[in-house]
T-cell receptor
C-alpha cells in the first residue's frame, strides 16, 4: 500500500544539535529513495538520494541511511540550523513504474 | 539549472468555474511531468503522469474528466480543474523529469499553486 500521512509528527531540536528523521517505506521492491525538504508554501526541494544497492550516503551536513531488511530510511542533519526548519518527506521510487510515493512527512522545528 | 515554474502561484475562483495551472521546465526538456495534490498538513499525492504528445495516466480515484492534463510540448504541461468545488481547494505541485541525463528518474519540483475555491 501507499505511505500516506494524515498527521505531521514534529521534531523539535536545539540549534547546533543533530537531527534524525525516520521514514518507513512500503514497497520492498522500491530501488531508489529520496529525501525532500518543503518549506511553507513552496514545492519540495531535493536534499539527498540513495539507491537500494547502498546503505549509506553522505552529503553536506546530511546523511541518509537505508535499511532494506526493515524497510526503513533515515535522514541525519548535522549541526541543525534555523534554516533547516521545514517539513521533510521521504519518497520511494520503483523504477519499473517510475513514480514517486511520498511518506507522511516530519516537521522539524529548530529552537534558537 | 533544472528549474520548474508554475503559474499562477495562487488563484481564487468561484465554485463551478474552471482553472488552468501551467507547469514549465525552464532550462531543460521534460518528456514526463507529474501532477501532485497536497492538502494541509498532509503529504503529496500523485494525481497523474503527463507524457508529452500522449494522454495522461491518472492515479486511481482521480477523475480524468475533472482534472484535464495537456502536455503540449517538452517544456509545458497544464492542469485544468473543471467545474471547481470547495473540496478541490488544495496546493497543486508539478514536477518534471529530465529527458536525458545522469539519472532518468530525477524529478524537479515546481513551487506549487495554491487553489482556493469559494
Amino acid at each position: 500500500g501507499e505511505s500516506v500521512g494524515l498527521h505531521l509528527p514534529t521534531l523539535s531540536v536545539q540549534e547546533g544539535d543533530n537531527s534524525i528523521i525516520n521514514c518507513a517505506y512500503s514497497n520492498s521492491a522500491s530501488d531508489y529513495f529520496i529525501w525532500y525538504k518543503q518549506e511553507s508554501g513552496k514545492g519540495p526541494q531535493f536534499i539527498i538520494d540513495i539507491r537500494s544497492n547502498m546503505d549509506k550516503r553522505q552529503g553536506q551536513r546530511v546523511t541518509v541511511l537505508l535499511n532494506k531488511t526493515v524497510k526503513h530510511l533515515s535522514l541525519q542533519i548535522a549541526a541543525t540550523q534555523p534554516g533547516d526548519s521545514a517539513v521533510y518527506f521521504c519518497a520511494e521510487n520503483l523504477s519499473a513504474g517510475n513514480k514517486l510515493t511520498f511518506g507522511g512527512g516530519t516537521r522539524v522545528l529548530v529552537k534558537p | 539549472g533544472a528549474v520548474v515554474s508554475q503559474h499562477p502561484s495562487w488563484v481564487i475562483c468561484k465554485s463551478g468555474t474552471s482553472v488552468k495551472i501551467e507547469c514549465r521546465s525552464l532550462d531543460f526538456q521534460a518528456t514526463t511531468m507529474f501532477w501532485y495534490r497536497q492538502f494541509p498538513k498532509q503529504s503529496l499525492m500523485l494525481m497523474a503522469t503527463s507524457n508529452e504528445g500522449s494522454k495522461a495516466t491518472y492515479e486511481q480515484g482521480v477523475e480524468k474528466d475533472k482534472f484535464l492534463i495537456n502536455h503540449a510540448s517538452l517544456t509545458l504541461s497544464t492542469l485544468t480543474v473543471t467545474s471547481a468545488h470547495p473540496e478541490d481547494s488544495s496546493f497543486y505541485i508539478c514536477s518534471a523529469r529530465v529527458s536525458s541525463g545522469r539519472r532518468i528518474d530525477e524529478q524537479y519540483f515546481g513551487p506549487g499553486t495554491r487553489l482556493t475555491v469559494t
